[in-house]
């Protein structure tokens, strides 16, 4: 069923989120799961690992392997994720499993997150978000969840190392929605720390700085596509024809 071999350290998840990975994966036992934000593959190697089968997706290659029960896709998720998701229910295939990790403006984590949130292949699927301290990231999720139904909300699943800094963007942390309650086992609930802007409830200073916090991430992802764009290689992740 899952990929053979060490499982690589995912550089870019704390131990404890790790672990919480790991830990819904192992609860799950996805048959089909889906990563949005491949990366160098850390996560993904788990993921593999402990599913049948995984679609991954980023803009471009950072991968050095190809791993055997991967397909990789590459090239803008708002067209990539919407596309494989409807053949996969054309096909009559659903989704377990879901992390989002991948465009964390606001507006491509808040595309990302309705693209998996309507898409029919994944209406029972445990979905994870990480970087959920993140106040784009967080804020793009409760806008997405905003007039739909899940069976299971909990937007501080596993909390942030990091202490949301006044100026500085804070990362890591992963939030958990579950859509439908077939593979979810605990109670129906939308805990509300969905409504808080990060992982833990923070003072009135931080909020203060909150426009200092929104110019800086605006100049930052004018640029960050075009870093990405030069520093990707094409090669491993390249689709499968």
């Keep these: 069923m899952a990929a053979s071999g060490a499982i690589q350290v995912d550089t870019e998840m704390s131990p404890g989120e790790q672990a919480s990975l790991a830990g819904v994966l192992a609860m799950v036992e996805p048959r089909i799961a889906v990563e949005i934000g491949t990366y160098t593959g850390g996560s993904l ?3 593999a690992a402990m599913s049948g089968h995984v ?3 980023d803009l471009v290659s950072h991968v050095d392997r190809h791993l055997p029960n991967v397909d990789y896709h590459l090239g803008d998720s708002a067209v990539t ?4 998701l409807a053949e996969l229910a054309k096909a009559g295939e659903t989704v377990d499993f879901v992390l989002v990790d991948g465009d964390h403006s606001r507006a491509g984590a808040y595309r990302d997150a309705c693209n998996v949130f309507d898409a029919p292949a994944t209406k029972d699927a445990v979905i994870l978000f990480h970087d959920i301290a993140n106040e784009a990231v967080r804020g793009a999720v409760q806008d997405a969840i905003e007039g739909r139904d899940f069976q299971f909300v909990d937007l501080s699943f596993a909390v942030s190392a990091q202490a949301p800094p006044l100026i500085g963007e804070c990362w890591g942390g992963i939030g958990l929605v579950a859509r439908g309650g077939g593979l979810w086992p605990h109670p129906a ?3 509300a720390n969905a409504g808080w802007p990060s ?7 931080w909020r203060l700085f909150t426009p200092v916090r929104a110019a800086k991430r605006w100049a930052a992802y ?3 596509p075009f870093i990405r764009r ?4 094409r090669g491993a992740g390249t689709p499968a024809p």
């Design 222 to 224: 004018r640029l960050r």
């Design 230 to 233: 030069r520093r990707g290689v």
């Design 45 to 47: 190697a788990r993921i």
């Design 81 to 84: 994720v919407p596309r494989v």
């Design 55 to 57: 679609h991954t997706f």
């Design 189 to 191: 609930e939308v805990r």
């Design 199 to 205: 992982t833990i409830e923070p003072g009135l200073v």
